[in-house]
């Protein structure tokens, strides 16, 4: 994941109702091999006329249409891509996280935690592939204590350090109790699957 240090004329023309004061720290992309299939694709179509283009010219204007029109679809194919991997960012500022979900051409949600409703950042490499290219999922924990999973992140260590740094530098830190019942939620979690565990262990 690519990052833009301050790059807020940019974020401020998505997002419309920051502070005069804040500050943008850093802007997050999405790890841009994952959309390897979606890029792939779109090249093939883009390519594809001038592979056929003899065949195409043959077939005269119906040829030609049918030339423009991949052409076309290729070109908007590679764009929407592109426009996805763009808008989907994890922006930082030193008052919260903005979470942008481009999902289509006009298809955006907008979603923002303040750093004093962030309890715990964490995140997983799965497999050799995201261990080697440093790309995981990252985790947010916020009030609600429902995880925001965020998957395909590239360096989520870096965002997880930032995150936690900010909240320090800004002293915008969760409260000590609230910590604590995240880790009591946690110990109640592990001792429920634990329990599962021995009950089908059992039964077997």
Known sequence: MARLVNNTMNIRRII???DDDEEVH???????????WHWLGGFIILMSPFFFLYLFLQ???IGSGLLIALFVIGAFWLFRTW?????????????????????????????QVDFDKIYDVS??????????????????T?????????????????????????????????PEDA???????RVKKEEKARAVEQFFGEEE
Not at 26 to 36: C, D, E, K, N, R
Not at 92 to 106: A, F, W
Request: charge should be positive; hydrophobic fraction near 45%; avoid cysteine.
């Open 16 to 18: 419309h109702n920051l």
């Open 26 to 36: 850093g802007i997050y992309h999405q790890f841009w091999l994952a959309f390897f």
């Open 59 to 61: 077939w005269g204007a």
């Open 83 to 111: 426009r996805i991997w763009y808008f989907s960012i994890i922006a930082m500022t030193n008052k919260r996280v903005i979470i942008i979900d481009q999902s289509g051409i006009m298809d955006r949600a907008v979603s």
């Open 123 to 140: 995140y997983r490499h799965k497999g050799i592939l995201q261990t080697i290219s440093h790309v995981g999922s990252l985790f947010i």
């Open 142 to 174: 916020p009030g609600s204590f429902e995880k925001i999973e965020l998957k395909n992140m590239h360096a989520p260590a870096e965002i997880q350090h930032l995150i936690f740094k900010l909240q320090k530098e800004y002293g915008l830190e969760p």
């Open 179 to 185: 910590q604590e019942m995240i880790r009591l939620s």
